[in-house]
T-cell receptor, first 113, second 114 residues
């Protein structure tokens, strides 16, 4: 679990600002997943990426949200023009391949004020 | 459309007794099931998993049972310990050959009392 690094741990943004959440997968992992947990709810799948490719973004809101996993550097989840409803815990997970267990980071708690 | 359901939001068990956490699913395309444990302000930690071709998997104090015909799985913890107090999430994987994703239940908060 400690191998997946997310930063920042806490992020406060005013309505209309942009939020950028970073995720460095475990060493040797090339598959990254982003999940969102709203208060009192389970984790909801957002997007699945491999290096430089978005494989499945069926859980991503159609507007304002985007994700990337460049060849070099961490995966980025970007939320433009944040609204109060975006306040949630955002978790990143990584796996070595498509069929092995995914390990989660500690999450980024986004608060929109 | 909740494809993975954990109908008990909370469970309280005495130390030393058995904890049984339940999970139901609706999607027959799920091929792998996992249980994660989550402490406050931390990410989920993988606990135990089971393939859809099996009906039981055991790891120390933790056993997961799968009933495919009923689309039901359960996690047994015995004996329960105070350190087991956490939120437990059931997750199911749908693997399409080129992509996979986990669908989570809403969690069950387990409290192990002394």
């Amino acid at each position: 679990n400690a191998g997946v690094m997310q930063n920042p741990r806490h992020l406060v943004r005013r309505r209309g600002q942009e939020a950028r959440l970073r995720c460095s997968p475990m060493k040797g992992h090339s598959h990254v997943y982003w999940y969102r947990q709203l208060p009192e709810e389970g984790l909801k799948f957002m997007v699945y990426l491999q290096k430089e490719n978005i494989i499945d973004e069926s859980g991503m809101p159609k507007e304002r949200f985007s994700a990337e996993f460049p060849k070099e550097g961490p995966s980025i989840l970007r939320i433009q023009q944040v609204v109060r409803g975006d306040s949630a815990a955002y978790f990143c997970a990584s796996s070595a391949d498509i069929q092995t267990e995914a390990f989660f980071g500690q999450g980024t708690r986004l608060t929109v004020v | 459309d909740q494809q993975v359901k954990q109908n008990s939001p909370s469970l309280s068990v005495q130390e030393g007794r058995i904890s049984i956490l339940n999970c139901d699913y609706t999607n027959s395309m799920f091929d792998y099931f996992l249980w994660y444990k989550k402490y406050p302000a931390e990410g989920p930690t993988f606990l135990i998993s089971i393939s859809s071709i099996k009906d039981k998997n055991e790891d120390g104090r933790f056993t997961v049972f799968l009933n495919k015909s009923a689309k039901h799985l359960s996690l047994h913890i015995v004996p329960s310990q105070p350190g087991d107090s956490a939120v437990y999430f059931c997750a199911a994987r749908e693997y399409t050959g080129t992509a996979s994703k986990l669908t989570f239940g809403t969690g069950t908060r387990l409290q192990v009392t002394l």
